[in-house]
Protein backbone atom coordinates (compact mmCIF):
# COMPACT_ATOMS: atom_id res chain seq x y z
CA UNK A 1 0.00 0.00 0.00
CA UNK A 2 1.12 3.56 -0.41
CA UNK A 3 2.55 5.31 2.61
CA UNK A 4 0.24 8.03 3.90
CA UNK A 5 0.32 10.83 6.47
CA UNK A 6 -1.56 9.61 9.77
CA UNK A 7 -2.60 11.22 13.24
CA UNK A 8 -1.01 8.52 15.81
CA UNK A 9 -2.25 8.70 19.30
CA UNK A 10 -1.07 6.63 22.49
CA UNK A 11 -4.08 5.83 24.53
CA UNK A 12 -3.06 3.60 27.26
CA UNK A 13 0.21 3.21 29.63
CA UNK A 14 1.08 2.14 32.39
CA UNK A 15 -1.05 3.72 34.29
CA UNK A 16 -4.29 3.26 32.72
CA UNK A 17 -6.56 5.27 29.43
CA UNK A 18 -5.23 8.58 28.73
CA UNK A 19 -6.81 11.22 26.12
CA UNK A 20 -3.45 13.46 26.21
CA UNK A 21 -0.93 10.78 25.15
CA UNK A 22 1.65 11.37 23.11
CA UNK A 23 0.53 12.11 19.08
CA UNK A 24 2.12 12.62 16.60
CA UNK A 25 1.56 13.45 12.74
CA UNK A 26 3.42 11.25 10.63
CA UNK A 27 4.04 8.55 7.41
CA UNK A 28 2.79 5.09 8.00
CA UNK A 29 2.50 2.24 5.76
CA UNK A 30 0.25 -0.70 5.91
CA UNK A 31 0.97 -4.06 5.44
CA UNK A 32 -0.79 -5.88 2.42
CA UNK A 33 -4.26 -6.90 4.05
CA UNK A 34 -4.22 -3.14 5.51
CA UNK A 35 -4.65 -4.80 9.35
CA UNK A 36 -1.07 -3.76 10.35
CA UNK A 37 0.21 -0.20 10.19
CA UNK A 38 3.97 0.39 10.60
CA UNK A 39 5.04 4.22 12.01
CA UNK A 40 8.99 4.52 12.96
CA UNK A 41 10.06 0.56 13.36
CA UNK A 42 7.02 -0.29 15.39
CA UNK A 43 3.70 -2.61 14.21
CA UNK A 44 0.63 -1.98 15.02
CA UNK A 45 -2.36 -4.29 14.82
CA UNK A 46 -5.84 -3.29 13.65
CA UNK A 47 -8.18 -3.67 16.95
CA UNK A 48 -7.29 -1.76 20.05
CA UNK A 49 -7.27 -2.50 23.42
CA UNK A 50 -10.14 -0.66 24.88
CA UNK A 51 -13.12 1.69 23.53
CA UNK A 52 -11.16 4.36 22.48
CA UNK A 53 -8.19 2.63 20.64
CA UNK A 54 -8.10 1.42 17.01
CA UNK A 55 -4.88 -0.08 17.13
CA UNK A 56 -2.36 -1.77 19.21
CA UNK A 57 1.37 -1.82 19.42
CA UNK A 58 2.21 -5.62 18.50
CA UNK A 59 5.39 -5.59 21.16
CA UNK A 60 3.26 -3.97 23.93
CA UNK A 61 0.03 -4.13 24.03
CA UNK A 62 -0.44 -0.32 24.02
CA UNK A 63 -3.28 0.96 22.22
CA UNK A 64 -3.43 3.78 20.05
CA UNK A 65 -5.53 5.89 17.88
CA UNK A 66 -5.29 6.48 14.34
CA UNK A 67 -6.55 8.63 11.86
CA UNK A 68 -6.45 10.41 8.73
CA UNK A 69 -5.26 14.09 9.85
CA UNK A 70 -8.41 16.17 10.09
CA UNK A 71 -7.77 19.83 7.88
CA UNK A 72 -9.10 21.86 10.90
CA UNK A 73 -6.00 19.91 12.98
CA UNK A 74 -8.71 19.08 15.67
CA UNK A 75 -7.40 15.56 15.82
CA UNK A 76 -7.70 15.18 19.79
CA UNK A 77 -10.95 14.92 21.66
CA UNK A 78 -11.91 18.29 22.82
CA UNK A 79 -10.76 17.77 26.58
CA UNK A 80 -7.05 16.79 25.08
CA UNK A 81 -7.02 19.74 23.06
CA UNK A 82 -4.12 21.56 24.92
CA UNK A 83 -1.61 18.37 24.27
CA UNK A 84 0.60 19.19 22.11
CA UNK A 85 1.01 17.18 18.44
CA UNK A 86 4.10 17.11 17.22
CA UNK A 87 4.50 16.34 13.41
CA UNK A 88 7.38 14.45 11.59
CA UNK A 89 10.11 16.40 9.95
CA UNK A 90 9.91 14.42 6.61
CA UNK A 91 5.81 15.47 6.85
CA UNK A 92 5.58 18.90 8.13
CA UNK A 93 5.68 20.56 4.25
CA UNK A 94 3.18 18.49 3.10
CA UNK A 95 0.93 18.40 6.37
CA UNK A 96 1.28 21.78 6.25
CA UNK A 97 0.47 23.18 2.51
CA UNK A 98 -1.87 20.38 1.43
CA UNK A 99 -3.42 18.81 4.28
CA UNK A 100 -3.78 22.28 6.80
CA UNK A 101 -3.32 24.51 3.30
CA UNK A 102 -1.36 27.21 5.66
CA UNK A 103 1.72 26.96 4.15
CA UNK A 104 3.07 30.23 6.37
CA UNK A 105 3.04 27.64 9.02
CA UNK A 106 5.69 25.41 7.26
CA UNK A 107 8.30 25.67 9.58
CA UNK A 108 6.30 24.61 12.99
CA UNK A 109 6.52 21.61 14.50
CA UNK A 110 3.04 21.29 16.21
CA UNK A 111 0.25 21.37 14.94
Known amino acids: MKPRIMYIEQKTHPGGHN ?11 FNKSGKTLIYRD ?6 GTDSCANYHEVA ?9 PKKNGEDRYPWGKKAPVE ?12 IRELPERIKERFA
Open 42 to 47: KRFQKG
Open 19 to 29: DRGPARIGRVT
Open 60 to 68: TGDGYWSSG
Open 87 to 98: IDDDVREEYWTK
